[in-house]
């Protein structure tokens, strides 16, 4: 299919390199020759240029938000393609999608030229129920944007303490990515609250400052996974 492009991010840029062509400012109208537009814009520019494009021709459109819905592209037809993997906003581009799951919705026509795009691409196609996709989209915030942030929090308190740069992000790497996998693989979690050791949980709050509050959240959530020991429980809860 003759596919335009709309969006000079990450996420555009890349698709547009794997489709060969040069990706379109948002001001700008694809061909009339051109079949699939993807929209490669911020969640809240979609509808808007979703609707000012059905104005002006008749194509197919695609957006790459994993939250939006297939109504923010009404009036024709329409799917999504997502992946569920980091953009950065660096200027290299991904050689491929290295396997990363990609969630699809919408017309069963676009959807299977999205799913052979995806293969040839690297990535995993999986067709996402529309009322679903919400939820998915914020199990990715958990996986990405919330651990990424945690992951920056402890290099960060690492660096404070004394460790290099260098160091720190070596153990926070090692740290992270053996414990995800263990997690993942359903050997369990690790940590204090885990293991009921309330006198190393007490030392960690006394020295954390402001990433206290952050620490006692994280340290219950544990608790959906893996039943706290109530003592443990009763001090995440407490209020200094």
Not at 68 to 84: E, N, T
Not at 136 to 163: K, N, P, R
Not at 189 to 210: F, K, S, W
């Amino acid at each position: 299919m003759r596919t335009a492009v709309i969006g000079k991010g990450p996420v555009g840029r890349f698709v547009a390199s794997r489709l060969g062509v040069t990706p379109l400012g948002r001001d700008v109208l694809p061909a009339s020759d051109i079949q699939v537009v993807v929209l490669a814009v911020p969640d809240r520019a979609i509808a808007a240029l979703a609707a000012r494009l059905r104005q002006h021709g008749q194509w197919t459109l695609v957006h790459c938000s994993g939250a939006c819905s297939l109504r923010d592209l009404a009036g024709g037809p329409a799917a999504v393609w997502h992946p569920m993997r980091a953009f950065t906003s660096t200027d290299s581009v991904p050689n491929d999608l290295d396997g990363a799951v990609v969630g699809l919705r919408g017309d069963s026509d676009v959807v299977r030229w999205l799913e052979q795009q995806t293969l040839m691409w690297g990535g995993v196609p999986v067709c996402i129920a529309e009322d679903q996709a919400v939820a998915i989209h914020a199990a990715c915030c958990f996986a990405a944007g919330f651990t990424a942030s945690v992951a920056a929090h402890a290099q960060t308190l690492m660096e404070s303490s004394g460790l290099s740069r260098d160091h720190a992000r070596r153990a926070v790497e090692c740290l992270s990515s053996s414990a995800m996998t263990q997690a993942l693989q359903g050997l369990g979690l690790t940590g204090p609250a885990i293991r009921g050791d309330l006198n190393t949980l007490e030392a960690h709050l006394e020295v954390l400052g402001p990433l206290a509050p952050l620490y006692r959240a994280l340290s219950l959530s544990m608790d959906t996974h893996h039943p706290l020991d109530s003592r443990i429980k009763a001090r995440l809860r407490s209020v200094d």
